[in-house]
T-cell receptor, first 116, second 113 residues
């Protein structure tokens, strides 16, 4: 069974379009994340949600809007796509890293977004 | 200065060799540390946590040096299947008590037959 799944796996679209990427985890985790990995392979956190609430929002353009309908889902909507948005987007989940106990993250397979 | 820094490599080593990677972090409030492995065009996966006392898992040994603010990963008897990018991960906690995760840029290892 897939622990963290993302759809679509590949997304090719034109500048200016709006697109969404979906993420679901069946691990019972209460924290979910979105990461962007650019062409230089640098993995940078974008958002973190705990129990459907936003807890970390790094410096990300407001064209990116995460939505968490429940603990098991964290979707990413991107408006007005730009060339620089081309990257691999990874969803991840973990138990909440509270009380100084960090927990490992489980990653989805990634969504390779190409903006033309 | 980046919060987490790694030598990007690539490290090209022959099978059977021992190789070590270091990762430095800038925030002394960092509290937990991990090594992840990422194969080409795949997602990162946890390799091992890094404990203060150091820990070993088979051919892999991780060490933490808080005074100098670095962690290390040692791989003994390298296998071809060890070829991957190794990502250092550093966690600290924000004002709400939630972990803030920072990944290093990764060190690429290529094990050569």
């Amino acid at each position: 069974d897939t622990a963290v799944s993302q759809t679509p796996k590949y997304l090719v679209t034109q500048m200016g379009n709006d697109k969404s990427i979906k993420c679901e985890q069946n691990l019972g985790h209460d924290t979910m994340y979105w990461y962007k990995q650019d062409s230089k392979k640098f993995l940078k956190i974008m958002f973190s949600y705990n129990n459907k609430e936003l807890i970390i929002n790094e410096t990300v353009p407001n064209r990116f809007s995460p939505k968490s309908p429940d603990k098991a889902h964290l979707n990413l909507h991107i408006n007005s796509l730009e060339l620089g948005d081309s990257a691999v987007y990874f969803c991840a989940s973990s138990h909440a890293g509270l009380a100084n106990r960090a927990h490992e993250q489980y990653f989805g397979p990634g969504t390779r977004l190409t903006v033309t | 200065r980046k919060e987490v820094e790694q030598d990007p490599g690539p490290f090209n080593v022959p099978e059977g060799a021992t190789v070590a990677f270091n990762c430095t972090y800038s925030n002394s409030a960092s509290q937990s540390f991990f090594w992840y492995r990422q194969d080409c065009r795949k997602e990162p996966k946890l390799l091992m946590s890094v404990y203060s006392s150091g820990n070993e898992d088979g051919r892999f040994t991780a060490q933490l040096n808080r005074a100098s603010q670095y962690i290390s990963l040692l791989i003994r008897d390298s296998k071809l299947s060890d070829s991957a990018t190794y990502l250092c991960v550093v966690n600290r906690y924000n004002s709400g008590g939630y972990q803030k995760v920072t990944f290093g840029t990764g060190t690429k290892l290529q094990v050569i037959p």
